[in-house]
């Protein structure tokens, strides 16, 4: 059974920073390619970044230069390095493969951009 547990998020100022973590559990996370997704009041689930199990990335243009996804694979771990935050940052943050498998959705972690 896969289950995904993001934590991390909370609150912080415009210009600040937040690492989210994605803890992964199941046999998924050895051959998935994993995402970070957000969404925010009222609007869809959009795709923020992506990382291959190699390590190759990927970025949606809001975020580029100022959010970085890593993973660890020797403890199945997934992140995202949020730094120069905004307040159209705020949002759920998911993680999830790459790409999103329905079935995998947990709760989210909550990030809020306020000052």
């Known amino acids: 059974q896969v289950q995904l547990v993001e934590s991390g998020g909370g609150l912080v100022q415009p210009g600040g920073s937040l690492r989210l973590s994605c803890a992964a559990s199941?046999?998924?996370?050895?051959?998935?390619?994993m995402g970070w997704y957000r969404q925010a009041p009222g609007k869809q689930r959009v795709l923020v970044a992506s990382i291959t199990k190699g390590g190759s990335t990927n970025y949606a243009d809001s975020v580029k230069g100022r959010f970085t996804i890593s993973r660890d694979n020797a403890k199945n771990m997934v992140y995202l390095h949020m730094n120069s935050l905004k307040p159209e940052d705020a949002a759920v943050y998911y993680c999830?493969?790459?790409?999103?498998?329905?079935?995998?959705w947990g709760q989210g972690t909550q990030v809020t951009v306020s000052s």
């Open positions: 199941g046999s998924i996370f050895s051959i998935a390619a």
């Open positions: 999830n493969t790459y790409p999103a498998y329905p079935a995998y």
